[in-house]
């Protein structure tokens, strides 16, 4: 494998076919590293709630517009007048399980009908495994059912039907519950200032604060949960953190998000890159474009390792190319490097909300020793397997996969046959204007001659 740099506080270009050049290498070994542990650099404050006064001011705008357009919906009404610690509880973590991948409008009946039935542990405990069945059929994920029916029984005869008081001790006694879950029946049955993270959770706090990187990435998801800690309301935490999946599930949704009628859009961070693209966007049709911005301010990939990378000006021939690889290379290593020995691999164009990305993946075998300079540029060696468990982007991952796919054709039956076009090693021609180079495998250093 190759090195991979830190990629905190830093952006990526925009604009049609732009973008950070990027690509890994093929080799072994691991040097270096941009904090302790191997991990990626702090992400940039933009992407945190560092203001005081903000956070109190997002917290008011949307518990005040929950208050006055929350849905109606049975379980909410249970967890505000049930006095029962334990029925409330029991009622929140009902609708929770149901709600897992399944629509609310569909589980509303289910809900209602399950809660006639079973008002208590203590009555699902009692009730056999075909009457759960039977009563969930249509619901489907059968086993939602049956894990719950297996927690409450455990809760009658091992906990002396008393649910466990906190997100940590829900998510480790009952079966079935996860971070989220207990998370959500902690804060809202007993008050508990947790927070919580789901679909709609992520959604809209990757767009509040304008986070590109991979939601399902581990490390992103790892951020999210600190920052829902962090601005869940100490007050309301219940209230608020469903006044955040309500805000998802009905204007801040997957496709036109309602902006407009979004409670904390001056907040919202994605909005205003918007606003500021819209604008620009004007000012072309009126014949008054400035020199294409970057976006090195949204921070899109802070907190994420990247490859290796340098812009690369429009029109500039392969030999042009090479050259410039090769000066940035020669900086980068403290090194000696020659042109020809660059080799093409690929493109990768990578979509990005608003943003087109062409990566020009090139690669360079190296032998020796390379020593990188930690003080200029954050970075590290990496293998294959720790490039797999390192926070990278999905454009990485879809650059990796290029490089793989050109080793496999090589060695392939195949090897011999005819190259497909503009894939062959010193050809000439020309990249797509506007597009960026990028490098790949810095491994070893040449032997002295």
Avoid at 199 to 210: A, K
Avoid at 273 to 285: G, M, N, P
Avoid at 354 to 371: A, E, R
Wanted: contains cysteine.
């Amino acid at each position: 494998m190759g090195p991979l740099r830190a990629a905190a506080a830093r952006g990526l270009r925009r604009g049609g076919g732009r973008g950070r050049g990027a690509a890994p290498g093929a080799g072994k070994g691991s040097k270096g590293s941009a904090a302790p542990g191997g991990r990626p650099a702090p992400p940039a404050a933009l992407h945190l709630f560092g203001d005081p006064a903000e956070v109190e001011a997002l917290r008011g705008r949307l518990l005040a517009w929950y208050d006055q357009s929350k849905r109606d919906l049975p379980w909410r009404a249970l967890a505000v007048t049930e006095p029962d610690v334990n029925r409330r509880a029991y009622a929140v973590w009902v609708s929770e399980i149901m709600l897992q991948q399944t629509q609310v409008a569909t589980v509303i009946d289910y809900y209602n009908r399950w809660m006639q039935k079973w008002p208590t542990l203590q009555a699902l405990a009692e009730a056999s495994l075909e009457e759960v069945n039977e009563l969930w059929a249509g619901l489907g994920y059968y086993s939602r059912g049956k894990r719950l029916q297996e927690a409450a029984r455990k809760v009658v005869s091992e906990l002396a039907g008393q649910m466990p008081r906190t997100a940590e001790e829900l998510q480790k006694l009952l079966p079935g519950v996860g971070r989220y879950t207990a998370g959500a029946i902690a804060s809202i049955s007993y008050g508990q200032a947790t927070g919580v993270v789901d679909g709609n959770v992520i959604r809209v706090l990757c767009r509040l604060r304008c986070i590109g990187a991979d939601p399902s990435s581990p490390a992103v998801i790892d951020r999210l949960w600190a920052m829902a800690n962090a601005l869940v309301d100490r007050s309301r935490p219940g209230d608020f953190n469903q006044a955040l999946m309500e805000l998802g599930a009905t204007v801040c949704t997957p496709k036109a998000p309602l902006c407009g009628e979004c409670p904390v859009k001056q907040h919202c961070r994605a909005r205003l890159r918007v606003e500021k693209e819209l604008a620009l966007a004007s000012r072309k049709l009126l014949g008054k474009l400035p020199p294409v911005p970057d976006v090195e301010d949204c921070g899109l990939l802070a907190g994420l390792w990247e490859f290796p990378s340098v812009p690369l000006a429009p029109g500039l021939q392969q030999e042009q190319q090479r050259e410039v690889l090769q000066d940035h290379l020669q900086a980068w290593t403290g090194q000696p490097v020659a042109a020809g020995s660059l080799r093409f691999m690929g493109e990768v164009v990578h979509v990005f909300s608003h943003i087109h990305q062409t990566y020009v993946v090139y690669s360079l075998p190296l032998d020796g020793d390379v020593t990188l300079d930690l003080a200029s540029s954050p970075s590290r060696w990496v293998t294959e397997e720790e490039f797999r468990a390192s926070a990278v982007s999905t454009a990485m991952k879809k650059v990796l996969k290029v490089c793989e796919r050109q080793r496999g054709e090589e060695s392939g039956p195949a090897k011999g046959s005819k190259r497909k076009r503009g894939a062959k090693p010193g050809a000439g021609g020309s990249t797509r204007p506007g597009t960026q180079l990028s490098l790949r495998a810095f491994l070893r250093a040449p032997n002295p001659p």
